[in-house]
């Protein structure tokens, strides 16, 4: 998703109003334009890293292409093998170079290339550059795509930011599309705004909101009791989730306006029975791309119990450092790790009582809302002590009320939060039973609900919406990714 | 085909109920200060073309010009359009938006601001500034010249400076989402204050002219030409206060710029004995006069107004009568302050 501001909105509105009074044969150049325009405005240091990389994969992807085609698989494997290593090795110089520069104590002035920065949404842009290069080495990528498809599909800014990681045989062949979508088609735009206001409910109304409490917890966590730092962890579950969600739903929205369909990122994991379904409802495009690219090629389950736990250990440690060079991430990794090892012993051993049902469902959320304190936390330490301090400094019961008051959550407050906190869980839940991600439930109902939910959406947007001078709701958690 | 007619008919039911939502929520939310926001909103309730004279400013103008002792004792028909620190270049579009609405024979423009505030960009009263003002073309080009682009979000659009008001809702908020137009357009721009604070009235020795900036001086003059090019007359003046030598040295500028053009200035910093202004009794602060002492500077520059331009005497009139509620109005505030025979 772009960033949420008023000037990406009136930048969208003005690509969509030429996109649809421009020649037909010119909307697939247009659209990649824009999303250059767009990279370039968000960073110009950026835009060119990105614009190089992309040229690059594309030349990559058609030698190896082109290789496969002449018959020499192995040599198209080792252009691939080498390909990848250089994505990889640039998204580590990007990520962990200015991490470890103080302590390799180089001087900057002298050495230029030394100011390396990683570019805004580099993480989840490389894992799709690796992607499509594997898939066409794969032979998952069977047409060749022309350079403007290819660059339009690493580069397109409504995903650009924050994913989700789309797969070429997934994206590409929607292109031939856009160039025949017309402006007035009623299904589409039923679509488009069941994602976008979703969204921007998720993201504005509930994430941002308790983004304000969360960012008071985390960093002044020595001014409260426990009680309320257990809610400080509580309150960025959902912040994450909402956040997180709630730009993907928007991505959805956004990019349906051109007749292109994106990857369901989110499936109600917190609702999930244990880690391993979590998983596969949590950022799918990333978990499916570690699946597909990491854990199989390491041999997955295929190779026996420990194996298959190593595998998994391996993959969650490359999860945490995908997304950032910080302890914490790391941590997170190792234990998101460990989970899915505990969980892998428990099927095996048939212990069910953690893995199914309500108590499974209590289980997963608690223990996945424990390893969010060391993502949120600015490092491993800071986490630990956040978690001493909540388990050990006790809930002040007349502290509460005053401690309550130094939030800046008064009874008004604490009744939203709450009633917002109750819709999100109704929505969730009959999300989970129909078997469909909120916007598209409600995409599905009948126009008259349809039309009754998005005037609702609205309204709680404009009242209660986290947005104006007093707060930054533009910015995403992911986007740092 | 019927089905699509019906699903059209759905839609536009929808779209409108949120209209009406989306209205609504900006008449209760909105901020209601009189620094400037409700001068400007109810500047739309007003009948059209029956503003005759329209003064112009800072706070010096809302606070020390008393619409209604115009009304009752001249039968001029005026309005203070003016907002809290108002730099000149809001001015300017002030007067092109009230122009749009209103056909006034006279603005008086009072200079405190130019004088004292040297910054191009002001923060401090920006929202109170622009907040009243309906969105339009003419006040895209008021944020614009009014704040830098990386400040813009701070102030535009309005509802995402007041959205979150829902938790401090008082009787006042609901009672304008049903107020009509007939009951605010008694409201003139006019807040009487009613504190008393004794002041040491000024020397005034600065003889030397200069320190307006640059910015101040193009919207001058673009507010004269403006005023010139649309057969408005235009009365330049600083009404009264704890002036000082700096802002001394601006008036004298302004009246150079005035001379040149033929307009009349009046620094009434010179005129206090013809106003029988009292600096222990009719000063609410440095900055602005209360209620007693914008009674008499208000008949005083009433007089001086009616001898220097031909503005018609309304009074008795029906389109008018929205003046008759408001000197009412005013004469309860200052009842219930207490204070009467100004």
Known sequence: MMRLTLFSLLYLALVSLLFFNIRESLRVRFLLLSSLVYIFALSRYSGEVILCVSVLTWLFGKWIGGLRKSGHGRRAAFVTFIAVSLSVLSLILFKYFPVLKPLMKLDESELSFLKLALPTGYSFFIFQVISYLVDVCRAEEEKAYGFVDVLLYLCWFPKYISGPIERGHDFLPQIEKVRKVIFLDMSRWGRIVSYFLTGCFYKVVIADRAGIYVNRLFEEHQEYGGFWLAIGAFLYSIQIYCDFAGYSYMAIGISAIFDINLTQNFRMPYLSANITEFWRRWHISLSSWLKDYLYIPLGGNRKGDIRKIMNTLLVFLVCGMWHGAGSGFLVWGLMHGLYSAVDILMRELRFNTLRKGFWGRVYTFLIVTFAWIFFRASSAEAAVEYIWDMFTVGVRVHGITAEAASLGLDGWEIKTLLILLFSLLVMEFSAYKLKRPVPELLNKSHYTVRCLAAFVLTSVLIVFGIYGPDFKSSDMIYMQF | ?342
């Open chain 2, 1 to 342: 085909m019927r089905n699509r007619y019906v699903k059209i008919l759905v839609i536009s039911v929808f779209a409108i109920m949120l209209v009406f939502f989306y209205f609504a929520c900006d008449r209760v939310l909105s901020f209601k200060s009189t620094n400037g926001i409700r001068q400007a909103r109810d500047m739309y309730a007003q009948p059209e073309n029956s503003v005759d004279v329209v003064f112009m400013g800072s706070s010096h103008i809302h606070c020390d010009v008393n619409t209604a002792l115009l009304w009752e004792e001249f039968g001029i028909a005026s309005y203070d359009y003016s907002a809290a620190e108002q730099p000149l270049w809001t001015t300017y579009y002030y007067l092109l938006e009230i122009c749009k609405y209103q056909d006034p024979h006279l603005v008086v423009l009072d200079l405190y601001s130019p004088a004292r505030f040297k910054d191009d960009y002001q923060y401090d009263w920006l929202l109170d500034n622009l907040n009243g003002v309906r969105f339009s073309w003419n006040k895209l080009r008021m944020l614009y010249v009014s704040c830098q682009p990386d400040q813009m979000r701070k102030f535009f659009p309005s509802i995402a400076t007041y959205h979150s008001r829902y938790r401090e809702l008082t009787e006042e908020d609901w009672d304008y989402l049903t107020a009509t137009r007939w009951e605010r357009a008694s409201f003139k721009g006019y807040t009487p204050y009613f504190y008393i604070d004794p002041q040491e009235e000024p020397v005034l020795k600065e003889k030397l002219s200069g320190g307006i900036t640059v910015k101040s001086e193009i919207y001058l003059q673009k507010i004269i030409e403006y005023t010139e090019e649309n057969g408005i007359d235009l009365f330049l003046m600083v009404s009264p206060y704890i002036t000082v030598d700096e802002d001394e040295l601006v008036y004298n500028r302004v009246h150079e710029i005035a001379d040149r053009y033929g307009l009349h200035f009046n620094s009434t910093n010179y005129y206090y004995k013809n106003m029988d202004l009292d600096f222990d009794e009719d000063f609410n602060d440095h900055s602005h006069l209360n209620y007693g002492g914008s009674c008499k500077f208000s008949r005083y520059l009433g007089e001086e107004l009616k001898k220097m331009y031909d503005i018609p005497d309304r009074r008795g009139l029906p389109k008018w009568e929205s003046w008759d509620r408001h000197a009412v109005e005013i004469r309860q505030m200052a009842e219930d302050a207490g204070l009467t025979g100004f």
